[in-house]
């Protein structure tokens, strides 16, 4: 306390909380299992909520049927067994005078917890009780434990902020606020690495307000002020990391000068077939659809990063069925017109498959020049690596992918391995983006650098299955360029989607299967989800397929698709199901990504609310990929509110843009940042959707000092960075 000298995050981060009053070893521990080890843990341990103890509700003014927030103290518990042998809690709660009750089934533990004395917050549905308030099982945050709280409470009266997690490691919310408020005593005036004029024109507090306004205000008028800083902070770190990031790359590394002119895209099917023209000109020319608009402004924005010096990083996102299959393949053609090797990398085998069978397709007549063998040319060479391909066809291929006598290849992580070597890889596409990580793609790059000559970077191409929202995409793939697919193929229809609930309902799901099987056409049934394991989930989905080929679908030809079985029967399936052998595909959601098989029209989801909304609108997305008009029936009743949220959402909306929106509302940015972000630069305070505006402030600013190589005039914030991010990472973005 005695410190003078304004602190440094880091140097809070080196006080350990077993140096404050009242922490001694069991709490010491007790807080490590939250992980709060140190003082900046703590202080950036936010508030879940506040109670304003300034401003008493009237308990006689609660609104029955509405819900509410009540502060109060026990005074009476009492604990007793109903006549059906339920356990029912029984307290009464007293604030200025009034009483609520409040009861709880099957919390036996309440009784325990609520004594009389205990300070809390219940917050519930309220009732009436022969004319006294009344709340059942509320959601309780107690403030004030019985006892062991040695926290000053001349402070109780004021606003009074509650903390997460504080049931679990047996801290109370009150307790950890003492924490707090010592830490923030003990760190005295912390240094702000933001100048007063930054600070001025974005309308921030100085951190060390921030940090008081957030965890003790005076009045609630100080907390957003307090947040909007706090935020801007994490923001400006994340987005100074990918600033860097993207800066570093751009330094280290030299791109393919890929050949690219731009009038080869402006060509139609049906155009004269000119055998001197490049790969990609030949290639639309021959192809059985003209691209979209959107298709055709996103390939010139790529040819662009492919000419150019620099290497492309760049995110290309588009709905469902937006078409971007074609957009990656004409990128691998421009790098192929270059003499180079492009590799195309998807999620899972049986997508490989399928690109590589497309791939195939689309490329047959293209010849590229190849000195190696007789007549100086030859056809277009793509090749399948994945774990499946094994043995002498597996060494096969890597030593014509060494060679040059392989000019694509498709595959799943196989390609990742140390064996996998490049005569000179010009571009890699990576398909379905949300199962690799930024790890895999710098794999990749390096690849094409080790192994070619000239030591150059290959262009990289990064499609995402669904798209994300804008926010999400500036925190998650900020260091990307971004292109986006914001038109369909012409002719697509809407995809008529149910929440089918009643049995005629269900019914005439099935009838639907029948009737579009009986026109040539066929149908997904996907499975329910099951948690507990892939083998579980196998199990139900045979069990699944003979129940429904034997009743609803009886006379069909029902096939059979899930993650336990060997890669050569699921493309077995796969032909089958194209071919038309198989007529109804019972699946689990091994299918989920990318699948296309354009006769299907119809698709059935069962127990639809335990998928995700992007993975429900991905399922979808399995039809409607032709002209005919294509159906998707959601089955089962939502047993959580979300659940309803997310089956409503979808039969509201085809849009994957306005989906994802919504999806991010309901999730939470926790599950996107996952996989990405590790340890400290999460964002612990910051919301996408509600904290857009000072994002984009923030990634201006991050943007701004980067590029105008300013950061050398922040040395504090540089050094707060390197807190946030690993050593490996730290050594890579700081070194000088
Ligand atoms: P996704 O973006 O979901 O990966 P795909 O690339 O698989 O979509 O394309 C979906 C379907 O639309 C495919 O059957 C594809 O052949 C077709 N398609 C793509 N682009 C066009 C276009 N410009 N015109 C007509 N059909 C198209
Ligand atoms: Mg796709």
Redesign the pocket.
């Known amino acids: 306390m005695s410190d003078t000298a304004p602190r440094r995050l880091r140097a809070l981060g080196e006080i350990p909380v077993s140096q404050l009053r009242h922490i001694g070893p069991k709490r010491t521990e007790a807080l490590a299992s939250l992980g709060l080890d140190t003082v900046l843990d703590l202080l950036t341990l936010y508030p879940r909520r506040y109670i304003d103890r300034t401003r008493r509700v009237d308990l006689s003014d609660l609104v029955v049927g509405e819900e509410a927030a009540v502060f109060g103290e026990v005074r009476l518990s009492s604990s007793r067994r109903t006549r059906q042998g339920k356990s029912l809690v029984d307290v009464s709660v007293v604030d200025g005078g009034e009483t609520l009750k409040v009861s709880f089934f099957n919390q036996p533990w309440r009784g325990a917890q609520l004594v009389p004395g205990v300070q809390a917050i219940f917050f519930g549905k309220v009732s009436d009780f022969r004319g006294t308030r009344q709340m059942t099982n509320p959601v309780v945050d107690v403030v004030v434990g019985a006892s062991g709280d040695e926290r000053d409470a001349s402070r109780v009266g004021g606003i009074v902020a509650l903390y997460p997690a504080s049931g679990k490691a047996g801290v109370t919310s009150w307790e950890m606020g003492g924490f707090i408020e010592e830490s923030l005593k003990r760190a005295g005036p912390l240094l702000d690495p933001l100048s007063e004029e930054l600070r001025r024109d974005h309308s921030l507090v100085d951190r060390t307000a921030a940090f008081w306004g957030i965890h003790l205000p005076t009045e609630m008028a100080d907390v957003s002020p307090a947040r909007r800083r706090l935020v801007f902070d994490e923001f400006l770190r994340l987005q100074l990391l990918l600033a860097l990031r993207r800066r570093r790359l751009e330094e280290s590394s030299s791109g393919v000068r890929h050949p690219f002119d731009e009038h080869d895209l402006d060509i139609s099917p049906g155009s004269l077939r000119d055998e001197g023209s490049s790969l990609v000109r030949q290639f639309l020319a021959a192809h059985r659809f003209a691209l979209t608009g959107a298709q055709r402004r996103v390939l010139h924005e790529i040819g662009r990063d492919m000419a150019s010096a620099l290497p492309m990083h760049r995110l290309l996102q588009g709905d469902?069925g937006s078409g971007?299959?074609v957009v990656a393949l004409a990128t691998l053609l421009m790098s192929i017109d270059g003499g180079r090797q492009g590799a195309f990398m998807a999620p899972t085998e049986v997508?490989a498959e399928q690109h590589a069978a497309a791939l195939r397709a689309d490329v047959t007549g293209l010849r590229v020049a190849d000195p190696a063998v007789l007549g100086g040319e030859r056809d277009v060479v793509v090749q399948l690596l994945t774990g499946r391909v094994k043995g002498k066809e597996r060494q096969a291929a890597l030593d014509a992918l060494a060679k040059g006598g392989i000019d694509i290849v498709v595959g799943t992580h196989a390609l990742l391995t140390d064996d996998v070597r490049f005569a000179s890889l010009g571009a890699v596409v990576i398909?379905?983006q949300h199962r690799f990580g930024v790890e895999q793609r710098a794999v990749l790059r390096d690849k094409g650098r080790a192994h070619s000559e000239e030591a150059l970077d290959p262009d990289l191409l990064v499609?995402t299955?669904t798209p994300i929202p804008r926010t999400a995409a500036m925190v998650v793939f900020g260091d990307l360029d971004r292109s986006v697919l914001d038109e369909m193929p012409a002719g697509r229809r809407t995809i008529a989607t149910s929440w089918s609930r009643a049995p005629l309902e269900v019914e005439a799901a099935w009838q639907r299967v029948r009737d579009e099987v009986a026109q040539g056409r066929r149908a997904y049934v996907i499975c329910p989800l099951v948690e507990e394991s892939e083998r579980v989930e196998a199990t139900s989905a045979v069990a699944e397929r003979t129940r429904l080929a034997t009743n609803e679908l009886r006379g069909l030809s029902v096939g059979l698709l899930h993650g336990q079985m060997k890669s050569l029967e699921k493309d077995e399936v796969m032909a089958q199901f194209r071919a038309g052998e198989i007529q109804v595909l019972v699946a689990t959601v091994v299918i989920e990504?990318?699948v296309?098989v354009a006769q299907a029209s119809v698709i059935v989801i069962e127990d639809a609310w335990r998928f995700g909304l992007a993975q429900l609108h991905q399922l979808r997305g399995r039809v409607g990929r032709g002209d005919v008009q294509s159906y998707c029936y959601l089955l089962g009743e939502a047993p959580s509110a979300d659940g309803v949220d997310r089956l409503e959402a979808l039969v509201n909306s085809n849009d994957g843009f306005a989906l994802a929106e919504i999806d991010l509302d309901l999730r939470g940015e926790g599950t996107l940042l996952g996989a990405r972000q590790r340890g400290r630069s999460d964002l612990r305070l910051a919301n996408l959707r509600r904290d857009e505006e000072i994002l984009n402030e923030a990634r201006v600013v991050a943007l701004e000092m980067v590029a105008r190589d300013a950061l050398s005039a922040h040395a504090e914030l540089m050094d707060e960075l390197r807190l946030f991010v690993d050593d490996e990472e730290a050594q890579y973005l700081f070194r000088s």
């Open positions: 469902v971007k299959t997508l398909d379905e499609m299955a990504v990318g296309d």
